[in-house]
């Protein structure tokens, strides 16, 4: 068992890895692999994709919304859309202030956010592809 760090968002989780088959060294690596380490995976929330009405934390703000947006702020996925090249964006809302509205609304790549209450604390089980590298 590995507690790493996700390459991602930089949190500590647990992940094993085992290689059933394959070469030796391969084995002795799957055992030696990411003990406090970068994980070679995401961590759950970072891995999974987003719904719309799921929860969301902001790792990497719009370059054009600084001012207002900040790192480790959370807000609701209200929509999915794709750019005209095709990429999948995540269209967020902030949480409502007092008046019930919405402090901003903003478009975010994938890997500008992260997946809230995303099974954190389950391990994820890596089986390292041997068969064919022996
Ligand atoms: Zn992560």
């Not at 975010?108 to 956010?113: L, P």
């Amino acid at each position: 068992m590995a507690y790493a760090y996700c390459p991602r968002c930089d949190r500590s989780f647990r992940y094993s890895t085992d290689a059933p088959e394959g070469p030796s060294w391969l084995k002795e690596l799957a055992r030696a692999i990411g003990r406090g380490d970068q994980a070679l995976a995401l961590c759950f929330g970072c891995w999974r994709l987003p719904r719309v009405g799921d929860e969301v934390q902001v790792l990497h703000p719009p370059y054009d919304l600084l001012d207002r947006v900040q790192r480790g702020s959370s807000g609701q996925v209200i929509e999915i859309v794709a750019t005209p090249e095709g990429v999948t964006c995540y269209l967020v809302q902030s949480p409502l202030d007092a008046m019930g509205e919405s402090i901003w609304t903003a478009v975010f790549r994938r890997h500008q956010i992260k997946l809230m209450n995303a099974e954190e604390g389950r391990t994820l089980r890596l089986r390292l592809p041997g068969s064919e590298m022996s």
